[in-house]
């Protein structure tokens, strides 16, 4: 009995790598290693002994059309694919995802207007975590003592600014991270991309962690003081209101003239000994002291607050007994105010106007170089991130913040320049002058 | 999630076997099924072997007290979501149900029943679709529960829970019906699918991901037990695990998203001429997503950060996963034209996988809405 040799032939065939062909007019790979066994043709059957009758088991079309497929290197194909990307970018001349600015305080409606006055075409886009309508904050300060009705403070809708200046404003929208590798920034109502990035969403008003948001007004956007007005009501017909402020720095210095003016009464508390301690040398103190001596203003220097909490209707009663039938069912109960060192104070209301800090979330998300806030170039008002420049509340320029608003529409004008390529404007640091706003007796400090 | 793009640290995972028996599993009996899985075969063997295998409980903590690793169980997820999708979100289930057990601490759900859980033995779900919308302000809780002589009695009906069968269990939570004043709470126990009681009702047909063993769960007087009693009251031990329970579903949509991209890639050579026409191309899906992955592992390395902020990344994170899976899936439909039209092509099925990613709770919509809760300054009312 002989072994019939195998044919070299065959054996070559047998052991020939496992082959794959593409169907030209669909795409469909016959791999002959898994063969096609819902058309009767088992797994190892080469192409070259399927039959001719055989078709395309997706698209219906011959053998014929099929071809040797051998399937690219990834690397290869990346490759290509990244010279087509090139070619795609640099031949177009402006992309269209434009300037998206967080913020719609003065600082980012002032670069919108920038902007648009230098380019007529380009997109802006404004996100903003309040509504956007256009306002003046100094006059937060002394609204009461103008009698400017709350509806009057908004000098131009946010839609209407809108309009104007052809830019797309989503109001009520929470900016989330900058995606930087791709340009996105991610916000509550979808993914933006930007060409130009402009962080202007100013800063937030600073909580002791000892007082509680929900028992604690702070007033550094036109919202917040629109409720609180509310909340007060008009001194003149449903009385008037006791009121603490913690903190005598400008801010609460500012309103606790406003509030009196309007007929609250008003406790100001400082860890420092006097009002406006910052401006010690030009005695700023003792002048806004010597200003408020007819109004019902209490100053109460060098006490830290340690607790705020809304007293129970029977607990108080013993701190303020009042005449029986006065507490009427609906009423809201007072706030207790402790300080560290054990002294009480009784409240309807507090305003803690303790400094403000940039938050730290985007900046965070982008890797951006930080001081205390955004750190930008002092000239370019650039951030770490060339497509992300920064101005306004949320900025320090070498790790300074400049929180007032003569050096914004500058910055508005130097990054506008930059970003509609226009001659460059560098920035120039200037020292500041405060008008302190405290309408008996307005103060000018240096 | 594709290991060779990763950040160095991040491409080697904490035990490559697990990866490389979830890999088999997934590229072997998992591939050939997808199919049918998307058109209602539900997966009990494939689910239990992937148990088994540890799939579903590296991010538990070890009986030696090693913390669990959440990267791993995402990474895991992802292996096989890449596959098939439903595949991934029923591993959600099980993991979350697991985590639910663990984070119980009660000794009725810790010891032999956990046990079997991470061994596969059992498998559970999740009904907290509900009460996550509850807690953000969407909808009210669905089931009531009236306190009773050593428990409590169920009632109420819970539309969609997945990954269960009658002898399955899944986390829940309710309402407890207190008389009089005093705060209102709601206490989260496990529901045993078996028990007197509850009744398990098919649903309507969806257009995708049927074998994922989801019914509407009917409570009539269910008695729920101490022994079943995962935390009372339940929201500290929501706001502990909350940040795990939604960045480990960042797993099913990683591995949508790249599988679009590979099978986007699959048709390069041949159709790149025209493909380049096209917005969304891979490399740029890629680079997005890899950047996208490096985030949630990070965010991995600490699911028990109970802050604002943490947890604000992590539902962004969920959100760029579902939103990247719509893009992704939708891209590589048309980079593969007719064939990934196909009624068996993984191609289209996958687009239905990332539009139940997106819709899923928390759906896109719903974790916008809680960011900008969570975002909002607080002020007196």
Not at chain 1, 275 to 280: F, K, N, S, V
Request: glycine share 8%; charged share 20%; proline share 6%.
């Amino acid at each position: 009995m002989t072994l019939q040799p195998t044919p070299v032939s065959a054996a070559v065939q047998t052991l020939a790598p496992w082959q794959s062909y593409i169907c030209h007019a669909c795409g469909y790979i016959y791999n002959e290693a898994e063969g096609d066994p819902d058309s009767g043709l088992a797994a190892g059957t080469r192409f070259c002994d399927i039959p001719e009758d055989w078709a395309c088991p997706l698209c219906g079309v011959t053998k014929s059309d099929f071809a040797l497929y051998e399937a690219p290197s990834l690397d290869a194909l990346r490759a290509q694919a990244s010279d087509c990307a090139t070619a795609a970018w640099t031949n177009t001349s402006r992309s269209a995802h434009g300037v998206v600015i967080v913020g719609a305080g003065r600082a980012g409606w002032q670069l919108a207007e920038a902007v648009r006055a230098r380019d007529s075409a380009i997109p802006i886009t404004i996100v903003t975590a309040c509504a956007g309508d256009v306002y003046d904050k100094p006059l937060l300060s002394v609204a009461l003592a103008r009698r400017i009705a709350p509806e009057k403070l908004i000098k131009e809708t946010g839609v209407a600014a809108a309009r104007r200046l052809k830019l797309r404003l989503l109001p009520h929208t929470h900016a989330v991270r900058i995606c930087k590798e791709t340009r996105q920034l991610r916000t509550t109502r979808g993914t933006l991309r930007y060409d130009q990035l402009v962080l202007a969403h100013g800063a937030k008003a600073l909580l002791p962690p000892a007082l509680p948001a929900a028992l604690c007004w702070r007033i550094n956007h036109l919202g917040a003081y629109l409720k609180l007005r509310e909340a007060l009501g008009d001194a003149a017909t449903t009385g008037p209101k006791d009121l603490l402020i913690v903190g005598a720095g400008l801010i609460g210095s500012e309103l606790a003239n406003d509030l009196a003016l309007g007929g609250h009464r008003v406790t100001l508390l400082d860890v420092q000994g006097e009002p406006l301690a910052r401006w010690h040398a030009a005695q700023a103190g003792s002048q806004v002291l010597q200003a408020w001596k007819d109004l019902p203003i209490r100053f109460v220097g060098g006490v830290k607050v340690a607790n705020v909490e809304r007293l129970a209707l029977n607990a108080e009663r013993l701190w303020h007994p009042q005449p029986a039938g006065t507490a009427c069912a609906g009423q809201t109960t007072r706030l207790r105010i402790t300080t560290e060192c054990g002294q009480h104070f009784a409240a309807d209301e507090v305003i803690v106007a303790a400094g403000l800090q940039t938050p730290s979330r985007l900046a965070r998300s982008a890797n951006l170089a930080w001081a205390d806030g955004i750190a930008v170039d002092p000239h370019t008002l650039r951030t770490s991130d060339e497509r992300i420049h920064a101005m306004g509340d949320c900025v320090t320029l070498d790790g300074q913040a400049s929180r007032f608003i003569e050096p914004i529409f500058r910055q508005a004008t130097t990054i506008a320049a930059t970003i509609t390529a226009c001659a460059p404007v560098p920035y120039e640091v200037r020292p500041t002058i405060v008008r302190v706003k405290t309408t008996s007796l307005p103060l000018t400090l240096h | 999630m594709n290991a060779a793009d990763l950040p160095p640290e991040l491409a080697q995972p904490a035990t490559p076997g697990l990866m490389d028996a979830v890999r088999s599993i997934a590229q072997g009996s998992l591939a050939g099924r997808a199919y049918a899985i998307d058109r209602g075969a539900y997966p009990v063997d494939l689910l239990k072997q992937l148990a088994a295998a540890g799939a579903m409980s590296a991010h538990l903590e070890k009986a030696d007290g090693t913390p669990g690793d959440y990267g791993l169980a995402i990474l895991a997820m992802a292996e096989a979501a890449k596959v098939c999708g439903a595949t991934g979100f029923m591993m959600w289930c099980q993991c979350v149900a697991g985590l639910y057990l663990q984070a119980s601490g009660n000794p009725g759900l810790t010891g032999e029943r956990l046990a079997r859980h991470v061994r596969g033995e059992t498998l559970g779900g999740t009904g907290l679709s509900n009460p996550m919308k509850s807690f953000a302000q969407i909808e009210s809780l669905l089931l009531k529960a009236t306190p009773v002589d050593g428990g409590y009695v169920v009632n109420g009906v819970l539309p969609w829970v997945s990954n269960l069968a009658p002898d399955h269990y899944f986390g829940a939570i309710a309402a407890v019906q207190t008389d009089g004043p005093g705060a209102s709470r709601e206490m989260m126990f496990m529901l045993r699918c078996n028990a007197p009681g509850v009744t398990l009702k098919t649903c309507p047909e969806f257009s995708g991901m049927e074998g994922t063993g989801t019914f509407s769960v009917h409570c009539k007087d269910l008695f729920v037990g101490a022994d079943d009693i995962v935390a009372d009251p339940a929201k500290p031990t929501i706001a502990r695990i909350r940040g795990g329970f939604v960045l480990l579903q960042c797993g099913i949509a990683a591995g949508i998203i790249q599988g679009a991209i590979d099978s986007m890639w699959a048709v390069e050579g041949q159709l790149g001429h025209v493909n380049q026409f096209l917005e969304d191309r891979p490399a740029d899906l890629q680079a997005e997503f890899d950047a996208l992955a490096g985030r949630i592992l990070k965010l991995a390395e600490t699911p028990f950060d109970t802050s604002t902020d943490y947890f604000i990344d992590v539902l962004d994170a969920r959100a760029h996963g579902a939103e990247l899976c719509l893009r992704a899936a939708n891209s590589a439909l048309m980079h593969q034209g007719a064939r990934g039209y196909l009624m068996g092509s993984e191609v289209q099925r996958r687009v239905r996988e990332a539009q139940f990613v997106a819709i899923v709770t928390p759906a896109i919509k719903h974790l916008r809405k809680e960011i900008a809760r969570l975002s909002a300054e607080e002020m007196p009312a």
